[in-house]
């Protein structure tokens, strides 16, 4: 299967600072990615989705302001959590596909964001 | 809206056992896709299996299949001869005709007992 990587893996940052997150897809072109937050014992949220060349679509309740996403290649999108606070500490994953509507999507490892 | 509702939050099966992972769904397309994901507890979510809405046939993939019935809108996990490795959260999932979004249900954590 088609392989999204994701960096980092775990950071921890102080509250007021600002985190990036890259979402790669490998080994295909993604002209679609997907953001998902989850909190911990809970199922994955669906933050925004991100087109290649265009704005973000973000879900009801997201602040685009506090989350930026930017997907400028094909296999790559950029989630930065803007002046991060303790509330922003989650699990953080992407995922990708290889054309809209297809049947699988393909998940990173994941990113586990800690605000102190 | 779209509505993903798995109602066993934890599951204890016996290795070698079966189990079935409960998933019912709520839409009201006529075209969606229908998952199975796999979070062990280092996080990164593994693909399953997948069924369509327009698929007669329950899908299977080794050791998984998924026991479709269209008519009750349930899409339940059916792990045979369970391992060890099996433990795990199990999260059912739901693609929009448009392909855009995709529901999960809360899951439901796997403990395999030897």
Not at chain 1, 13 to 32: H, N, P, W, Y
Not at chain 1, 76 to 100: K, Q, W
Not at chain 2, 2 to 14: A, D, L
Request: glycine letters at 6%; hydrophobic letters at 35%; a neutral charge.
């Amino acid at each position: 299967g088609a392989v999204v990587s994701q960096h980092p893996s775990r950071v921890i940052c102080k509250s007021g600072t600002s985190v990036k997150i890259e979402c790669r897809s490998l080994d295909f072109q993604a002209t679609t990615m997907f953001w998902y937050r989850q909190f911990p014992k809970q199922s994955l949220m669906l933050m925004a989705t991100s087109n290649e060349g265009s704005k973000a679509t973000y879900e009801q309740g997201v602040e685009k302001d506090k989350f930026l996403i930017n997907h400028a290649s094909l296999t790559l999108s950029t989630l930065t959590v803007t002046s991060a606070h303790p509330e922003d500490s989650s699990f953080y994953i992407c995922s990708a596909s290889l054309a809209l509507g297809y049947n699988e999507q393909f998940f990173g490892p994941g990113t586990r964001l800690t605000v102190l | 809206a779209q509505k993903i509702t798995q109602t066993q939050p934890g599951m204890f099966v016996q290795e070698k056992e079966a189990v079935t992972l409960d998933c019912t769904y709520d839409t009201s397309d006529q075209s969606y896709g229908l998952f199975w994901y796999k979070q062990p507890s280092s996080g990164e979510m593994i693909f399953l299996i997948y069924q369509g809405s327009y698929d007669e046939q329950n899908a299977t993939e080794g050791r998984y299949s998924l026991n479709f019935q269209k008519a009750r809108k349930s899409a339940n996990l059916v792990i045979s001869a369970s391992q060890l490795g099996d433990s795990a959260m199990y999260f059912c999932a739901m693609r929009d005709p448009t392909g855009n979004q995709f529901y999960f249900g809360t899951g439901t954590s796997l403990t395999v007992i030897p």
